[in-house]
């Protein structure tokens, strides 16, 4: 008896002793890449923004058990392009994670390590973390103090060549009461007098800001462009790659991407194309308000399809050719509001996933983001149905040129149904005004040009010939 109680004793010591030593492990491990982490970003400024760290993307357990629901059921797995290399579109850092955008439509629920690198782009010792794809293109990594660059990779020895660096999203309160996400740019219509008329269109509606994502577009239209990031109106993201894939293929990527982008940095944002127009009968901004309980996370709006039947002229000609040509002026004949492949508003922080389809919409309330609806919603918010008396989404669809539902309009009653009158000539003044800025020329006056400006550096006389620089 007394042998078995040495031994029991024996046993006990010896298992406390490990218990202890692998706690004093841990503690010394943790110490040691904290202290890896502070050596690493020494040589860096770590503003208090970035001196957070957290040990996972959770944000709480309804959260993680959504998550893992989603997952299980296979939502938005695409498995398309997958052909292509792991590239990223987009980082971005929000209060306690980080959400990464990647070029892939093939890994949905595949393991990629997140990887963190200081100002320098110097790894950060020890802080590598395995995440997994969900929803497809995206992957969630924890915070790391110091961490102002991201990279991802299948394994930890992988070289990881060109970082991305972080675009901050930590904001406590969004810089944007309404943003909104344009659908990538291709095609060979012309694009440049759509783009003015799309982006003061919804400023008088209420949006301040516009991500633009670009598949394909002519330098001439990309003018148009430049000018609103100038003028710090619109970002712009261009989607390319080495890899070949159809321009239109890049939606499903912009959706999750411009998602991630839109998160804590506005309010309320919608995913819309260039040929599609909110309107409402007193300001988008005044609707969205007035309808919000503090738990409204998407709001449903139903689509007025308008018929285009011309493309937009090639270039400015002239103030009468772009009155003429706005899109808004030329086409008014609809068939009436519907809810066919209507769209939506959305709280982007409060919907926890974006997919291209809405799978799963009937049975699963708790669900997912698609083009058109949102179907995953964080629990204890809800959604809200408008009718077309006090918004709708006016498309501009084209009756030609389609690879399907050409003649879209034939067998239906067309009435008319143009913009209101007072916003309508605000929205032709407006329109003018940009294009003439952007796009319409003052030849100079060479004669008022010094002439050391030009003999100095053996110039020709600009007065007898004008060198083209634009």
């Known amino acids: 008896m007394g042998l078995h109680v040495t031994v029991s004793s024996v046993y006990r010591f010896l298992f406390v002793l490990f218990l202890l030593l692998g706690l004093n492990y841990l503690l010394f491990y943790e110490d040691a890449r904290k202290l890896n ?8 400024e770590v503003p208090e923004w970035n001196q957070i760290e957290t040990d996972s993307v959770s944000t709480s357990l309804w959260n993680a058990m959504s998550r893992w629901l989603w997952m299980a059921l296979d939502l938005s797995k695409e498995n398309n392009q997958n052909y292509t290399s792991i590239i990223l579109i987009g980082a971005y850092v929000y209060p ?21 690198f200081d100002c320098k782009k110097q790894e950060i010792y020890g802080s590598e973390w395995q995440g997994i794809v969900f929803p497809e293109s995206v992957v969630q990594c924890p915070r790391r103090i110091g961490a102002e660059f991201v990279g991802v990779s299948r394994e930890t020895e992988e070289e990881i060549k060109n970082p991305m660096r972080l675009v901050f999203r930590n904001y406590d309160k969004p810089v944007h009461d309404l943003a909104i996400c344009v659908a990538p740019l291709y095609g060979s219509e012309p694009k440049w007098i759509q783009i003015v008329e799309f982006i003061e269109h919804h400023k008088m509606e209420g949006a301040t800001f516009f991500y633009f994502h670009i598949g394909n577009i002519s330098d001439y239209d990309r003018r148009v462009l430049d000018e609103y990031v100038n003028n710090g109106d619109i970002e712009v993201k261009v989607m390319q790659e080495k890899y070949e894939r159809p321009f239109y293929a890049w939606q499903l990527i912009e959706i999750q991407d411009c998602h991630m982008r839109a998160k804590y940095h506005s309010k309320w944002t919608t995913f819309i194309d260039i040929d599609e127009r909110i309107s409402t009968s007193n300001g988008l901004l005044n609707l969205l308000n007035s309808v919000d309980n503090g738990k409204l996370a998407e709001v449903q709006m139903p689509i007025l399809n308008i018929v285009k039947s011309g493309n937009a002229p090639e270039k400015y000609e002239n103030e009468e050719q772009v009155r003429r040509e706005m899109i808004s002026m030329k086409y008014n004949k609809t068939a009436g509001p519907t809810w066919d492949a209507s769209k939506a508003l959305i709280r982007p922080e409060k919907v926890s996933l974006v997919i291209w389809m ?14 058109h609806y949102a179907v995953a919603l964080d629990p204890g918010y809800t959604t809200k149905r408008i009718n077309h008396q006090r918004i709708v989404l006016r498309h501009y669809r084209t009756n030609y040129d389609r690879e399907n ?63 083209i620089t634009w």
């Open 405 to 467: 539902s050409n003649n879209w309009e034939r067998g239906k009653r067309l009435t008319e149904a143009p913009l209101p009158l007072e916003f309508s000539s605000e929205l032709r003044k407006r329109v003018v005004e940009k294009v003439q800025d952007v796009y319409e020329k003052v030849p100079v006056n060479c004669s008022t040009i010094p002439e050391y400006m030009w003999k100095s550096r053996k110039f020709p006389d600009p007065c007898e010939r004008m060198l």
């Open 358 to 371: 809405n799978l799963y919409k009937d049975r699963l309330q708790i669900g997912i983001m698609s083009i």
């Open 37 to 44: 982490t502070e050596l690493q970003t020494s040589q860096c």
């Open 96 to 116: 306690e994670y980080i959400s990464i955008t990647l070029n892939s439509q093939f890994m949905v629920k595949q393991r990629l390590y997140c990887r963190y």
